[in-house]
């Protein structure tokens, strides 16, 4: 049976209390420091064009979804629609030949950006380096704070690392723990404080960074083939048919 504990109040001023206010302080003046250091150069008019990733991802969605529900609409329709995605003159997804290169090859061969880039991630990763060191330096250990509702096991490694005791409830939070919280769940504090666009959401960077490897140019084109050669047949005349024999053999 899970054991209950009673908390020094001595945790809560000295380690809970200090542990929330750094990590909130960190995070104002890494928004700073990161905007410090960012770069203000008018950037490329055809690398701002031609990079607009989530626009991409929204057009071959929508040609997805053509194509799945191709035969649920007019043959007139859908040709229609198809004509719009696969135009040679102004497709959605047609891409020029002259226009099919990767432009993360692009982005990549611009020395700024790259310099850029590695501000950004020195920015995230020097100041969580230093403070996982600190926390885990000066705080290991501690039983720091209670979840004021019950938890399943599941939530025991991530509620309370540092602290190899299976005996103590699960709702019962490590200072290790309460770290990684503070990390991944000040997102809307910060945003209460330094606006919606801040460069602290770590997690928003995570996001960003599973961006890379898409090929917008490529991804365009194999979906562009993939709707030329749909081969359409309206299933609406058929409705009938089918209830018909649905009908025929419930009654059978």
Known sequence: ?????????????????????????????????????????????????EGHFLFCRQVIVRARNLRAAANFITPKSFRSRRVYFSNEENGLLFVPKGQAQNL??????????????MKKNLSMIIPQTLTFAWVNFFFSGFV????????????????????????????????????????????????????????????????????????????????KDGLDIVQHEWALPKFEHRAEAVLKKLVS
């Open 104 to 117: 993360q090859a692009q982005m990549f061969s611009d020395p700024n950006m790259a310099m850029d880039m």
């Open 144 to 223: 720091a704070a209670k979840i004021p509702f019950p938890l399943t096991q599941r939530f025991r490694s991530m509620l309370q690392n540092g602290i190899d005791l299976s005996t103590v409830d699960v709702s019962y939070v490590s200072s290790r723990s309460w770290y990684f919280l503070n990390l991944f769940g000040l997102r809307g504090l910060f945003s209460l404080i330094l606006g919606e666009e801040n460069a602290t959401d770590d997690t928003q960077r995570m996001m960003q960074m599973s961006g890379f490897g898409f090929d917008p140019s490529k991804s365009l084109s194999a979906e």
């Open 1 to 49: 049976m899970a054991e209950d504990l009673v908390l020094d109040t001595a945790i809560r001023d000295w380690v809970l209390i200090p542990l929330s206010v750094v990590m909130v302080l960190i995070g104002i003046l890494r928004y700073f420091v990161s905007k410090l250091m960012r770069s203000f150069q008018t950037p490329d008019p055809k690398i701002v064009k």
